[in-house]
């Protein structure tokens, strides 16, 4: 059975940065990903990595977030840098196998966490 617990989040200001865990059990090898839910929108694809360490984002963090994972420690992270208050949202940690690594469809992910609140006050 999967578990995902993220952890990390948090309140900041504009241009400052947070980094994001995601502990994860029974989900060796699997795709995993970020994804962000703002009030009112619906969820949306952060950044996914694939079993062995490809990666892919949204348009809208390239440059600024990295997403990352230590499968020795099970967990998954994401460094947020140059936040700007329209990252302000929950974010969820997800898994799945087989998938589309690259995929930034939440749709299509089948495991999830709780989420963890990112908020960036200007």
């Known amino acids: 059975q999967v578990q995902l617990v993220e952890s990390g989040g948090g309140s900041v200001q504009s241009g400052g940065s947070l980094r994001l865990s995601c502990a994860a059990s029974?989900?060796?090898?699997?795709?995993m990903g970020w994804f962000r839910r703002a009030p009112g929108k619906e969820r949306e694809g952060v950044a996914t990595i694939s079993s062995d360490g490809k990666t892919t984002y949204t348009d809208s963090v390239k440059g600024r977030f990295t997403i990352s994972r230590d499968d020795a420690k099970n967990t998954l992270y994401l460094q947020m840098d140059r936040l700007k208050p329209e990252d302000t949202a929950m974010y969820y940690c997800a898994a799945d196998s087989p998938i589309a690594w690259w995929d930034l469809n939440y749709m299509n992910w089948n495991y999830w966490g709780q989420g963890t609140q990112v908020t960036v006050s200007s």
């Open positions: 029974g989900a060796s090898s699997y795709s």
